[in-house]
């Protein structure tokens, strides 16, 4: 079986907490340019993870409702919660001003 590899993807953002890079959302093949609907839930209820110490992608589900602006958000974190703020869905001039919250031991978002 081949390992997990991240594709291609822009308008994201990265965070490293303990030794983990998390990458979640951003522009990437077969998004659809819609506010929201069930594939695009489907595609944005994960994160991608990439494990410093040995150099391995993998992808994880998350739990509870992801944000919709999964393009040009800000994030940051604070103990093991990322905070995304903003972001666009590219349906149109649509931009967001919601902040969500993403805590990493559970994967499930706020």
């Known amino acids: ?3 997990y590899q991240l594709g291609w993807r822009t308008e994201h953002s990265t965070i490293v907490i303990n030794n983990i890079l998390y990458t979640w959302g951003g522009n ?3 998004l ?3 506010h929201d609907n069930e594939k ?4 944005t209820s994960s ?5 410093l110490p040995t150099s391995k992608w993998a992808r ?11 393009l040009e958000y800000a994030c940051t974190h604070i103990g093991n919660t990322i905070y995304y703020f903003g972001g666009s869905c590219e349906d149109d001039d649509c931009y967001h001003n919601n902040l969500y919250e993403l805590n990493t ?3 499930k978002w706020a």
Do not use: H, L, M
Request: hydrophobic residues 25%.
């Open 47 to 51: 994160v991608d993870i990439f494990y």
């Open 40 to 43: 695009k839930r489907k595609f």
């Open 1 to 3: 079986a081949s390992e």
């Open 28 to 30: 990437q093949k077969d």
């Open 60 to 70: 994880e589900s998350t739990t509870g409702t992801p944000p919709s602006g999964v």
């Open 105 to 107: 031991i559970t994967n």
């Open 32 to 34: 659809p340019q819609v």
